[in-house]
Nanobody, 127 residues
Framework: VQLVESGGGLVQPGGSLRLSCEAS????????IGWFRQVPGKEREGVSC????????YYAESVKGRFTISRDSAKNTVYLQMNNLKPEDTGEYYC?????????????????????WGEGILVTVSS
């Protein structure tokens, strides 16, 4: 199984980025896919998760209304569209997967349980 993130980079406050998580070796219907971010000195945060079971979504309060998670099953890829980015969104973003049988997508985001994860990609929001 591999999860490969792409789409990160440097963006000004108020700008947008779209992160991609391309999965290989697993079927999206069998896994919740989530985006997590890590900032030095802070706890890892579950940003957004997408249920493989029913397509339901979960968002951290800090990103609600600005971020949208979606998937393209044909490409086995999950996206995180990030709009109106703020400096506090800066961090290393990781894509992770968890078997849908283990817990709900929301619990996945909150408890950080994961079976597989990518190497991470840096997002920097700065003027």
């Amino acid at each position: 199984v591999q999860l490969v993130e792409s789409g990160g980079g440097l963006v000004q406050p108020g700008g947008s980025l779209r992160l991609s998580c391309e999965a290989s070796g697993l079927f999206l219907d069998d896994y919740h896919i989530g985006w997590f971010r890590q900032v030095p000195g802070k706890e890892r945060e579950g940003v957004s998760c997408l249920s493989g079971r029913d397509g339901s979504t979960y968002y951290a309060e800090s990103v609600k209304g600005r971020f949208t998670i979606s998937r393209d099953s044909a490409k086995n890829t999950v996206y995180l569209q990030m709009n109106n980015l703020k400096p506090e969104d800066t961090g290393e973003y990781y894509c992770a997967a968890l078997d849908v049988k283990k817990m709900s997508a929301q619990a996945f985001c909150v408890l950080y349980g994961m079976d597989y994860w990518g190497e991470g990609i840096l997002v920097t929001v700065s003027s």
